[in-house]
């Protein structure tokens, strides 16, 4: 009598850990914000037509300048103005040799949005025609603004678009992170045939947990936010969880654009853009705190 008289609370008992000890997180929680991805709604927030004849409008893109290689071996010098214009609606870097006191040297343009266009989670469309010739390196890429996990690669950097002259229309589209970058990049390569006489449109679906690549509104490749090994930071392998701006540039020569020489009489050559478009979505706006 006295077990059988002890063994009828046992339910109540469990019942009253049950209720004290927390709960765990559901799997959909541990991965982050919950999203239809075929279902969202995207709104545009940038843009640059190019529909104004001159120089680039300062409201919405800056400059770097200098040469010095810029980390990758790279012959050409950035200007601040004489290298970028606008005429009928489309945008073009150029890069040129230029000749002074009997000397050669290349000037190209390099311009950026950074805090002048930033965002956490977009979509990005640009659409372009690429330069050809040997030891030309045109790109639509992105960097972070604040760098808040230190410096390259630590903060990350996507790359929407990169060609090189002497692979002829072939796209490659790349992540970059402390964990894999350089030449250990998450990289895709896409022929796109006619790059260098057509435009195409460029592009990036940039989620919580994942990058979406595309040409011409094709998925080409993803990136999905990786799990994390114990002990290694998040950040190692995804830092896309702080706001980035777009850059466009055209390089000469460097460690890759330059890997099977250059070749002058493609001179002067040009990276042309009908538009760039940033979109971003309420519903990852809601869910994200934005």
Same mark, same amino acid.
């Given at each position: ?11 109540? &008992? ?23 991805? /075929? /279902? ?13 004849? $001159? ?10 300048? $200098?040469?010095?290689?810029?980390? #990758?071996?790279?012959? *050409?010098?950035?200007?601040?103005? $004489? #290298? ?6 489309? &945008? ?19 311009? +950026?949005? *950074? ?34 996990? !230190? ?51 460029? !592009?990036?679906?940039? &989620? ?8 011409? !509104? ?17 950040? /190692?392998?995804?830092?896309?969880? *702080? ?17 099977? $020489? ?24 809601? +869910?994200?705190?934005?």
């Amino acid at each position: 009598m006295q077990f059988k008289y002890q063994f009828k609370w046992i339910p109540v &008992l469990l019942s009253i850990l049950i209720l004290c000890v927390p709960a765990l997180p559901s799997a959909a929680e541990s991965a982050g914000p919950a999203y239809d991805l /075929s /279902s969202l709604s995207y709104e545009l927030v940038w843009a640059d037509e190019f529909d104004t004849d $001159g120089l680039p409008d300062p409201a919405r893109w800056a400059y770097n300048t $200098g040469g010095n290689g810029w980390g #990758n071996g790279e012959q *050409q010098y950035y200007m601040a103005e $004489g #290298n970028a214009a606008i005429e009928d609606g489309i &945008l073009t870097i150029e890069l040129r040799e230029e000749k002074k006191d009997y000397s050669s040297y290349y000037t190209s343009a390099r311009m +950026l949005t *950074q805090n002048l266009g930033d965002w956490l989670y977009c979509k990005i469309e640009a659409r372009a025609k690429l330069p050809s010739g040997r030891g030309t390196w045109p790109a639509i890429w992105m960097l972070p603004t604040d760098r808040v996990y !230190g410096d390259w690669p630590a903060s990350g950097e996507i790359d929407i678009m990169e060609h090189v002259g002497y692979d002829p229309d072939v796209v490659v589209q790349s992540i970059h992170t402390k964990k894999t970058n350089g030449g250990s990049a998450i990289s895709q390569s896409t022929l796109v045939p006619g790059a260098r006489e057509e435009f195409h449109v460029y !592009g990036l679906e940039w &989620l919580p947990d994942r990058i979406i690549f595309t040409i011409d !509104g094709e998925e080409t490749h993803t990136y999905e936010k990786p799990e994390t090994a114990e002990g290694e930071q998040v950040s /190692s392998v995804w830092p896309f969880d *702080q706001r980035m701006h777009l850059l466009m540039n055209l390089a000469w020569g460097g460690s890759w654009g330059g890997r099977e $020489g250059t070749d002058k009489k493609c001179l002067p050559a040009k990276l042309e853009v009908d538009y760039v478009r940033v979109y971003q979505s309420p519903e990852i706006m809601v +869910l994200t705190g934005q």
